[in-house]
């Protein structure tokens, strides 16, 4: 069973920046394509970014680009979100997810099959 934990969230003010790391075990990272989405408190769970197992590139929802970088470490089985110029927006939980030998990787949920738990990011105005 595919197992990601997400860590790195916190409560940051305006402006600030926080990294968001997820570890994934019980898969071969490197096939996996991941992605970043977010659930604020009484919203949906929104795409946020996501990144191809096969050649790296990148992609983002427009709200974030710019301010947002996805980075994944297969010899660390890691993925990351760095976040800069946080916004009160952007407060929500955030969830890792993977896809096996998707590209491009999927920009909607019910395309990834593994969750991580989620961890809380708040943006304070």
């Known amino acids: 069973q595919v197992q990601l934990v997400e860590s790195g969230g916190g409560l940051v003010p305006a402006g600030g920046s926080l990294r968001l790391s997820c570890a994934a075990s019980r898969l071969t990272f490197s096939k996996y394509s991941m992605a970043w989405f977010r659930q604020p408190p009484g919203k949906e769970r929104d795409f946020v970014a996501a990144?191809?197992?096969?050649?790296?590139?990148?992609f983002y929802t427009d709200s974030v680009k710019g301010r947002f970088t996805i980075s994944r470490d297969n010899a660390k089985n890691s993925l990351y979100l760095q976040m800069n110029s946080l916004k009160p927006e952007d407060t929500a939980v955030y969830f890792c997810a993977s896809a096996t030998f998707r590209a491009p990787a999927p920009r909607v949920a019910l395309e990834y099959p593994y969750w991580g738990q989620g961890t809380q990011v708040t943006v304070s105005s």
């Open positions: 990144i191809n197992w096969s050649d790296g590139k990148t």
